[in-house]
C-alpha cells in the first residue's frame, strides 16, 4: 500500500488502526500470541483495521523462516489482516532520510562511545545505563563516530496508558540521548516503530507491558518529528517459572496450531476476558468473532508480567 493511501487514511478522525509488529526470532509462542490477540480484538472490537509488520532490523538475531512461521500461526489461529504484510527491513530509505533530517535540524549528532565506556560513566535507568552526554558537544579528537543519538528534551512527557493509567517520564533522565543508529549500522527501534507507525497512519498501539518505558521515547520522537501520537494500551508480559519472558532465548515452546481452539481461550483468559468454556468447540475464527463482541479492556490485569497457563504463580 502506497504511502500516499495510508496519510489518506490518517485524515479520516473516525478511522482506528491497530498492528502487531513481531520480531522473526523464532517461532510464534503463548506469548506472542497474546500481544497479537490483545491488539486484534482492540482494533476490531472499534471497528478499525488490523496490520501485521514484521520487524526484520537485527539479521544476527533472526531465525531464517521465522517470518513466515509468524504468519502460518497467525492464519492458523484465524487472525485476518488489512493491506500488504510490511517488512521494516524494505524500508531503511525512509529511516535514512528521518535521520538526515533530524542531523540537519541539530536534534540527532554522532557519538563515539562504547557500550562500555557509558556503563563505567553513567548512573542506572530505566532502560539501562542513562547516557552522560559525553559527545553531545562533539565528538573528542582522534575519536571516530559509532552511533547516532537524538538529543532528549529534558521535560516530563505524559500519556494514558489504556490499562496502567497516566505514565510521566523524563526521557532525558530516565534514558538520556537514546541512539537512533547503532554502531553496527542497523537502525534503532526507536526510530523505525516511530516512524513505520506514522506511515501506517497507526491510532492505536496495543503490546507488551516490556514496552511501556520506551512509549515516552516514541513520543518524544513523534512531537521532534512532527508526527501524530497514537494511544497506547499495554498488556501483561507472559513469564515462565521463573519469572523470564516466553522467548526463543527463554525455550518457549512454539505454538501448536492443531491446538489453536484451547490456546485462544487460554490467551483469552489471561487476559482477563471471561470466555465462556463451550467456545473451545468452535473454530479459531468464531472464538475471535466471540472475543469482539465482547473486548472489555477494563477486565485487563493491570500487571507488568503475568505466568503463562501452567507456570508457577
Request: some cysteine.
Amino acid at each position: 500500500m502506497a504511502a500516499s493511501t495510508d496519510s489518506a487514511r490518517a485524515r479520516d478522525r473516525n478511522r482506528v488502526c491497530g498492528r502487531f509488529a513481531p520480531s522473526p526470532t523464532g517461532p510464534q509462542h503463548f506469548g506472542s500470541l497474546v500481544a497479537a490477540l490483545a491488539s486484534y480484538l482492540d482494533a476490531r472490537h472499534r471497528g478499525g483495521e488490523w496490520l501485521v509488520r514484521i520487524e526484520d532490523l537485527d539479521p544476527p538475531r533472526e531465525t531464517p523462516g521465522a517470518s513466515a512461521d509468524i504468519l502460518r500461526a497467525l492464519e492458523g489461529f484465524g487472525f485476518e489482516w488489512d493491506r500488504a504484510v510490511r517488512y521494516q527491513s524494505r524500508e531503511l530509505g525512509r529511516y535514512a532520510a528521518a535521520l538526515e533530517r533530524l542531523s540537519a535540524a541539530g536534534a540527532a549528532y554522532p557519538c563515539a562511545c562504547s557500550r562500555r565506556e557509558i556503563a563505567d560513566s553513567a548512573i542506572q535507568g530505566v532502560d539501562g545505563p542513562v547516557y552522560p552526554g559525553t559527545c553531545r558537544a562533539g565528538i573528542p579528537g582522534g575519536r571516530a563516530p559509532r552511533a547516532w543519538r537524538i538529543r532528549a528534551i529534558d521535560a516530563p512527557i505524559a500519556f494514558d496508558d489504556g490499562v496502567f493509567g497516566p505514565i510521566t517520564q523524563n526521557v532525558a533522565a530516565a534514558v538520556g540521548d537514546f541512539v537512533l543508529k547503532r554502531a553496527d549500522g542497523l537502525f534503532a527501534y526507536q526510530l523505525a516503530v516511530v516512524l513505520d507507525d506514522a506511515d501506517q497512519a497507526i491510532t492505536h498501539v496495543v503490546r507488551g507491558a516490556d514496552l511501556l518505558d520506551s512509549t515516552a521515547r516514541q513520543i518524544m520522537l513523534q512531537r521532534i518529528l512532527g508526527l501524530a501520537t497514537p494511544s497506547y494500551l499495554h498488556v501483561p508480559v507472559a513469564v515462565n517459572d521463573v519469572g523470564d519472558k516466553l522467548s526463543k532465548q527463554s525455550l518457549a515452546a512454539a505454538l501448536d496450531i492443531r491446538a489453536a481452539q484451547p490456546t485462544l481461550i487460554a490467551a483469552l483468559r489471561f487476559l482477563g476476558q471471561n470466555a465462556p468454556p463451550d467456545l473451545r468447540a468452535e473454530p479459531p475464527r468464531e472464538i475471535l468473532r466471540w472475543a469482539i463482541r465482547h473486548w472489555n479492556t477494563r477486565a485487563i490485569p493491570r500487571r507488568r508480567t503475568l505466568a503463562a497457563p501452567g507456570q508457577a504463580q
